[in-house]
């Protein structure tokens, strides 16, 4: 599923996303989720007119969150 939304992004924040996502290795987790909220974070200060982006930034919001703390699963 990870590798159909590399081919399928549409803004530049969502590769930090992506990355974050798809890291393998326990260790880097940590560095990777802060990047990536980093730079949805830096996305929202911006007012976003198009509403895809901003249901795109709202799915980012809560798949990192939950890469962040796996127990909003249950």
């Known amino acids: 599923m990870l ?3 590399a081919t399928n992004l549409k803004y530049p924040w969502q590769q930090a996303v992506l990355d974050a996502l798809k890291e393998d ?3 880097r987790w940590p ?3 802060a990047e990536a909220e980093r730079a949805v974070s830096a996305r929202l200060i ?3 007119a ?3 982006e901003r ?3 709202r ?3 809560i798949a990192l969150g939950c890469a962040r703390d796996p ?3 249950l």
Do not use: C, S, Y
């Open 59 to 61: 799915g980012a919001v």
């Open 55 to 57: 249901l795109a930034l």
């Open 3 to 5: 590798e159909r939304l």
């Open 50 to 52: 198009d509403p895809d």
């Open 31 to 33: 560095g990777k989720i």
């Open 46 to 48: 911006e007012e976003v």
């Open 71 to 73: 127990t909003m699963w």
């Open 25 to 27: 290795k326990p260790e």
